[in-house]
């Protein structure tokens, strides 16, 4: 590992503390360096506040050591007017002679610009250190702009026999395949995705509340799929803990493929990453039309001998991971 990788390695570690509060921008890492020591440190604030450039310049107690320093930043630096100005500007503004980029910036408000405006300032531009890690990183807000639609996770648990839940139950509650530990873990996604969706026929046999109660961050937003408006207003996902959205056959058609429209649905409403948290079918939907990212799937150690079968999918295996007794396997799509 050279030098300059070093330094945006760090950049991606200090990044992500910015994980599910900076959205719709981007969680970028930034880390100024001076005679080969790290003078200043920041990332993206939550939404409306500093970039990530603006608040490593800020932790700089000598400015001027900025005149000879190398600022590392994950992503290309903006260069257009949002809720705060180009950070661009602010590099040129402090003479800060060396910049080195993970990943270029590809929206159409910066693609190179920012880097075109630093090199007719002087400035030494180096791009592409550790490229595909940073795009990995941001890969939430790639998605949203390159695909226009969500960065989409599809989660579900089933038994060691292949269900995802038993023919019947006796409670409108759901039944536990998992243990508390990979329950704790899915609050914790929860509070890393923008959003998570379930059908209705999940409301009706779990009444789930969707939100994060075991573990501190913010409620995802909750999306329901509702098609003829039958879920009764006493349901858990429309108390006022959660925003909730309902689509139903009034913004969707049920006769298309429907996976492909929720995600023009979501685009539209800025949510740029979802966890899809349905049933059997809501799920199999997605892995249908190919709209997918990742697939989190555990699987716990006890059977149902009968009941409705988990999905199926096909995807690249990262190596699982064992919670207790649970399995924990990753597939991304691709």
């Known amino acids: 590992m050279n030098i300059h990788e070093k330094y945006i390695k760090r950049c991606i570690e200090i990044a992500k503390n910015g994980l599910g509060t900076t959205r719709p921008n981007p969680m970028v890492g930034c880390v100024i360096v001076n005679d080969g020591k790290i003078i200043g440190e920041g990332f993206t604030s939550p939404y409306g506040g500093n970039h990530a450039e603006v608040n490593a310049i800020n932790t700089v107690e000598n400015k001027t050591l900025l005149k000879e320093a190398t600022l590392y930043v994950t992503l290309e630096p903006c260069s257009h007017y949002g809720k705060t100005p180009p950070c661009s500007d602010l590099i040129i503004k402090h003479q800060i002679p060396n910049v080195v980029i993970g990943c270029m910036d590809d929206n159409t408000k910066v693609a190179g610009k920012g880097i075109e405006k630093l090199k007719k300032s002087g400035c030494q531009v180096t791009v592409g250190v550790l490229e595909t890690e940073c795009k990995e990183h941001h890969k939430r807000f790639f998605t949203f702009h390159n695909k226009k639609r969500p960065y989409i996770i599809l989660k579900w648990a089933e038994t060691e026999d292949g269900f995802i839940a038993p023919e019947t139950k006796p409670e409108q509650k759901p039944v536990w395949i998992t243990n508390e ?115 989190r799937i555990f699987t716990g150690p006890t059977e149902f001998k009968k009941g409705i079968r988990a999905p199926h999918i096909n995807g690249s295996l990262i190596p699982e991971e064992t919670i207790k007794n649970d399995t924990l396997k990753v597939y991304k799509n691709g």
């Open 181 to 295: 530990f990979s329950r704790q873990m899915v609050h914790k996604w929860r509070t890393e995705e923008q959003a998570i969706l379930v059908g209705t026929n999940t409301v009706l046999q779990d009444n789930p509340s969707l939100t994060a109660r075991d573990w501190i961050g913010q409620n995802p937003i909750r999306i329901v799929l509702d098609k003829n408006l039958k879920l009764p207003t006493s349901s858990n996902v429309f108390n006022d803990e959660a925003p909730t959205i309902i689509i139903s056959n009034k913004n969707l058609d049920f006769t298309k493929p429907v996976a492909k429209q929720i995600c023009d649905i979501l685009f539209q409403s800025d949510i740029n990453s979802i966890i899809i948290e349905g049933g059997s079918k809501t799920l199999q939907t997605f892995i249908d039309e190919n709209l997918w990212d990742e697939a």
